[in-house]
């Protein structure tokens, strides 16, 4: 059983930018590693993922603003997010699974998952 623990989380003001991180329980290279965030009365959705060959994919409401990456010293997945709207909302999911491009969005192809940290973004 892996575990994972989000952190970073917090109350920002549109245009901030925040860091989340995640941290398994084992080595970061053994996983395809994802972050998704579900909204209050909307479906979890993907957010971005990053494959073991390091391949990074985003979904395209937020291409350009967010960043996902490894850090192999720290043994963690961070998403930076630049330019936060208030429909970044959210409360925010790492997931870890081995993936195939066609299903990489799909929340049910990942077999472990965080207890989420929540992104509020508010004037």
């Known amino acids: 059983q892996v575990q994972l623990v989000e952190s970073g989380g917090g109350l920002v003001q549109p245009g901030d930018s925040l860091r989340l991180s995640c941290a398994p329980s084992?080595?970061?290279?053994?996983?395809?590693l994802a972050w998704f965030r579900q909204a209050p009365g909307k479906e979890r959705e993907f957010v971005a993922v990053?494959?073991?060959?390091?391949?990074?994919y985003y979904a395209e409401s937020v291409k350009g603003r967010f960043t996902i990456a490894r850090d192999s010293a720290k043994n963690t997945v961070d998403l930076q997010m630049n330019s936060l709207n208030l429909e970044d909302t959210g409360l925010y999911y790492c997931?870890?699974?081995?993936?195939?491009?066609?299903?990489?969005?799909?929340?049910?192809?990942?077999?472990?998952w965080g207890q989420g940290t929540q992104v509020t973004v508010s004037s």
């Open positions: 997931a870890a699974g081995s993936v195939i491009v066609s299903t990489m969005r799909q929340r049910n192809t990942y077999y472990y």
């Open positions: 084992t080595a970061i290279s053994n996983y395809d």
């Open positions: 990053v494959r073991r060959n390091n391949a990074k």
